[in-house]
């Protein structure tokens, strides 16, 4: 699969393509929350004013990717989500709630729906093909990915992959109550220094253009991907990934590392990273972004900018190799839930 | 009347989320649907909503929609009607 357009929307400024991480936003605080673009661009005001935040910057990311690649309309669209639009549902009910199940806004309901963002880009592109959200928890990306693989190989010319998360009261309470995020806050760019216990939340939507073909939009290949849901092992199944795809450790130029900042999560990256990966690059990312469980989109978002733009900025680098970018390794990772994707350069 | 009217607007303009628009921008005899304000089959039912959680008026007759949402005016008119009653 060939990624031949991007659109991201993130705490950082990347909504314009044209520029790759080059102001970075600093944030003292455990939930980050996404910078917006003018969304008047993209939708009339009748549309505008029925759009909660999440639905904006959801769908804009997808017509942003979409004109990245020159396409009107894409043969399909899947994204994934790990939360989806939790935040309106809750709202919906608790209306219904305090109005003892009278007449409450309709609006809340209709935007409401896990598949809002993906049939309002469907709407907005005239795309009558397939169209599906899927909610896999921290593998939300990957199963739209699997998804994209099939509809390729079954002659589909090009699938508008993405996600889309939102910090809401429900998923930002869910991980204070497991202490599973930062208590003290923290600035985001010194997260890796800290030797913390606990997350710093995130939010974003990061849609792909991925298609069959190269062409003159091109960022990058994505060779080929694996979900794992173990902790143990990690380091064989890592290999074992490589050398299905032909690669031998030497060969990966840069790893990019979902490392979030929580010692326990993060100490299996210092590890691998030295046993395997000791002459390549190392990346990181989710100072950036903050971490949920969609975040791995906007590591490929920055891969496909590397690949682009033939530079890596400061920012992301934690150990810098001097190699050309050829074959980008991202190895994502919460707690058991493990990603591997290799990238290619075309 | 007029005070009414005037609340009217500004509810109208929040349970819209008319954000391009000031209450006052709001003629009071303007027609809401069609050429008008521009709203459609959703507005509608957000006015319906707007009309029992504000007013405790509960539109019983749906055929009386076209004619109770036709301007700000009528809609005040109506809400005067039934409140009283």
Redesign the interface.
């Known amino acids: 699969m060939y990624i031949n357009g991007i659109g991201c929307i993130s705490p950082q400024p990347t909504f314009n393509n044209q520029v790759f991480l080059e102001e970075i936003k600093e944030y003292n605080t455990n939930r980050i929350y996404c910078v917006d673009t003018d969304y008047s661009k993209f939708f009339d005001v009748t549309a505008l004013r029925r759009m909660s935040r999440i639905v904006k910057y959801g769908t804009a990311a997808g017509l942003i990717a979409l004109n990245d690649a020159g396409i009107k309309t894409p043969d399909a669209i899947s994204t994934g989500t790990g939360y989806g639009l939790l935040e309106l549902s809750q709202r919906f009910l608790r209306d219904f709630i305090s109005t003892n199940e009278g007449v409450v806004s309709p609006t809340s309901f209709i935007q409401s729906t896990h598949n809002t963002v993906s049939s309002n880009i469907a709407l907005l592109t005239a795309c009558h093909g397939h169209n599906n959200t899927f909610s896999q928890k921290w593998f939300s990306l990957e199963s739209a990915l699997y998804d994209a693989q099939f509809l390729l190989k079954e002659g589909k010319q090009n699938v508008l992959v993405g996600t889309y998360e939102e910090i809401g009261e429900f998923n930002y309470a869910s991980l204070m109550q497991t202490n599973d995020l930062q208590a003290e806050p923290c600035s985001n760019l010194a997260m890796f220094s800290q030797n913390n216990d606990g997350v710093i939340v995130g939010e974003g939507a990061a849609y792909f253009l991925m298609a069959h073909e190269q062409n003159t939009t091109t960022y990058c290949k994505l060779k080929a991907f694996k979900t794992a849901h173990n902790n143990e092992n990690i380091e064989i199944l890592l290999q074992e990934f490589l050398a299905k795809n032909n690669l031998r450790n030497a060969d990966v130029d840069v790893v990019m590392n979902g490392m979030n900042g929580d010692k326990s999560n993060d100490a299996v990256f210092n590890t691998i990273n030295k046993n395997l990966f000791e002459d390549a690059t190392q990346l990181a990312y989710k100072h950036l972004c903050g971490e949920h469980m969609t975040a791995v989109s906007f590591a490929i978002y920055a891969i496909a900018q590397i690949f682009k733009q033939q530079q890596i900025p400061s920012t992301l680098v934690l150990k810098n190799a001097e190699r050309e970018s050829n074959v980008i390794l991202l190895h994502n990772k919460y707690k058991s839930y493990h990603s591997f994707f290799i990238f290619e350069k075309c | 009347m007029e005070e009414l009217i005037a609340t009217l607007k500004t509810q109208i303009v929040e349970?819209?989320?008319?954000?391009?628009l000031k209450a006052e921008e709001i003629g009071t005899d303007q027609p809401l649907f069609g050429e008008g304000l521009?709203l459609?089959s959703?507005d509608a039912?957000?006015l319906?909503?707007l009309l029992?959680?504000k007013y405790g008026i509960?539109l019983a007759d749906p055929t009386e929609g076209p004619k109770v949402f036709q301007t700000v005016r009528s809609m005040a008119e109506y809400i005067s009607s039934h409140k009283a009653a």
């Open positions: 349970q819209l989320n008319l954000q391009h521009g459609d959703i039912l957000e319906i909503v029992q959680q509960k």
